[in-house]
């Protein structure tokens, strides 16, 4: 196991509602990611989170926030749930916001909204 | 245009097969490429790093052409526990993993 950790496994919501997701990093790992997979696709970057500062940000509306506290454990907040939210959240890991920093990936939360 | 496009798939190959994915990337400006293995409804796991020079891991082997903006990876001697789905993946310099959508391979006995 990668020691990433996520919660909850799987959660279900309705359209508007707000969601928040977490993630706790692999010790030692300042660095947290987060990603979001639809069904048939790749994970697609959301942002990247540096020792609590936002390290990056992929094509995701503003309504998709996040936040990384002092032990490097993260959330992700998706505010306005649409239908199209509905997927397979992963968190990764790694040592430092390098290049040459493996990312090792948490188990997931899989987010159905109705 | 996507960042990094590969084959779907699905590839289905009888155990003892060579079978082998390929993908192309559009940034030219993407430092580091891997292959990524993810088995059905769990999270992605690191298979690979992509050099120029090559990489070979066992029976697994990965490729790197920059000039035509391509990467390959081999699988030989195919088993049952190879069946999954395989993610091409470029890192940009902003430490963003940038995922195909992946190749899905089923091994059959």
């Known amino acids: 196991e990668t020691g990433v950790t996520q919660s909850p496994t799987h959660l279900i919501k309705t359209r508007g509602q707000q969601v928040t997701l977490r993630c706790s990093s692999q010790?030692?790992?300042?660095?947290v990611s987060w990603y979001q997979q639809a069904l048939g696709q790749g994970p697609q970057f959301i942002f990247q989170?540096?020792?609590?500062?936002?390290?990056g940000r992929g094509n995701f509306p503003p309504r998709f926030s996040g936040l990384q506290f002092p032990n490097y454990s993260s959330e992700l907040n998706v505010n306005a749930l649409e239908l199209d939210d509905s997927a397979l959240y992963l968190c990764?890991?790694?040592?430092?916001?390098?290049?040459?920093?493996?990312?090792?990936f948490g188990p997931g939360t899989r987010l159905t909204v109705l | 245009r996507k960042e990094v496009e590969q084959d779907p798939g699905p590839f289905n190959v009888p155990e003892g097969a060579t079978v082998a994915f390929n993908c192309t990337y559009s940034?030219?400006?993407?430092?580091?490429f891997f292959w990524y293995r993810q088995d059905c409804r769990k999270e992605p796991k690191l298979l690979m790093s992509?050099?120029?020079s090559g990489n070979e891991d066992g029976r697994f082997t990965a490729q790197l052409n920059r000039a035509s903006q391509y990467i390959s990876l081999l699988i030989r001697d195919s088993k049952l526990s190879d069946s999954a789905t395989y993610l091409c993946?470029?890192?940009?310099?902003?430490?963003?993993?940038?995922f195909g959508t992946g190749t899905r391979l089923t091994v059959i006995p």
């Open positions: 990764a890991s790694s040592l430092e916001a390098s290049s040459t920093d493996t990312q090792y």
């Open positions: 010790s030692g790992h300042n660095t």
């Open positions: 989170y540096y020792r609590e500062e936002e390290n």
């Open positions: 940034n030219s400006a993407s430092q580091s």
């Open positions: 992509v050099y120029s």
């Open positions: 993946v470029g890192l940009t310099g902003a430490n963003n993993l940038f």
